[in-house]
């Protein structure tokens, strides 16, 4: 079936340091990849998306590329700040699904500390 | 609007009560979706509306939860005889047609449900 998974947090930075959220997926076909974050008491926001492989995501900073032979969606910041502290979801849509279905992975709390 | 906009935000009831849950989508989007979070976890899916018929109801867990859409506009999710189980942050997403790579969800802030 379809999968996502994401490592573990929480996540704990200082600021300016590099970030990574690992993400792998199982999927048949060419999904398309998605980053969402969540900030503290707020709703979701699209973060970062890629539909095909080998594109490469990006907004505020973030990064993330879609790599197909190793099935991951890595999400990368060079400088992290203290407002970046929130929880990160990474998900798909497998290709052809009607029904337009993200699957999520469980989330990854990120915290910034100044 | 110009958002999700989902009431109440917050909502505590006793465990048996039944509780109705209102999702009100962005203006002209015909996709509408429900999604359950739990403490600590991931999205789950609940169910898809496209207009007001709904092709995929797989992710609901039980016959206690319920769905609906009046035209393009307004979704209730109903969750009859609650369980302390269902306690989580129930969260509506639209976007303008069936979501892809192209059209992108729009989440709510959520629905907090907790039974007591």
């Known amino acids: 079936g379809n999968s996502v998974t994401q490592m573990e947090g929480p996540v704990t930075l200082s600021e300016e340091a590099f970030l990574t959220i690992n993400c792998t997926y199982t999927?048949?076909?060419?999904?398309?990849l998605f980053w969402y974050v969540q900030y503290p008491g707020e709703g979701l926001q699209l973060l970062l998306k890629a539909t095909k492989a080998d594109d490469k995501g990006s907004n505020k900073g973030f990064e993330a590329t879609y790599r197909k032979e190793t099935t991951s969606f890595h999400l990368e910041k060079g400088s992290v700040q203290v407002s970046d502290s929130a929880v990160y979801f990474c998900?798909?849509?497998?290709?052809?699904?009607?029904?337009?279905?993200?699957?999520f992975g469980q989330g990854t709390e990120l915290s910034v500390k100044p | 609007g110009a958002g999700v906009s989902q009431s109440p935000s917050n909502k505590v009831t006793e465990k048996g009560k039944d509780v109705e849950l209102r999702c009100d989508p962005i203006?002209?989007?015909?996709?509408l979706y429900w999604y359950r979070q739990r403490l600590g976890q991931g999205l789950e899916f609940l169910i898809y509306?496209?207009?007001?018929?709904?092709?995929?109801k797989s992710g609901l867990p039980s016959d206690r939860f319920s769905a609906e859409r009046t035209g393009e506009s307004v979704s209730t999710l109903t969750i009859q005889r609650t369980q302390q189980e269902d306690s989580a942050v129930y969260l509506c997403?639209?976007?303008?047609?069936?979501?892809?790579?192209?059209?992108?969800?729009?989440f709510g802030a959520g629905s907090r449900l907790t039974v007591l």
């Open positions: 203006s002209g989007h015909t996709a």
């Open positions: 999927a048949t076909g060419y999904p398309s």
């Open positions: 998900a798909l849509i497998p290709f052809g699904n009607q029904g337009g279905k993200l699957i």
């Open positions: 997403a639209s976007s303008p047609s069936r979501a892809s790579g192209a059209n992108v969800l729009t």
């Open positions: 509306f496209q207009g007001n018929s709904a092709p995929d």
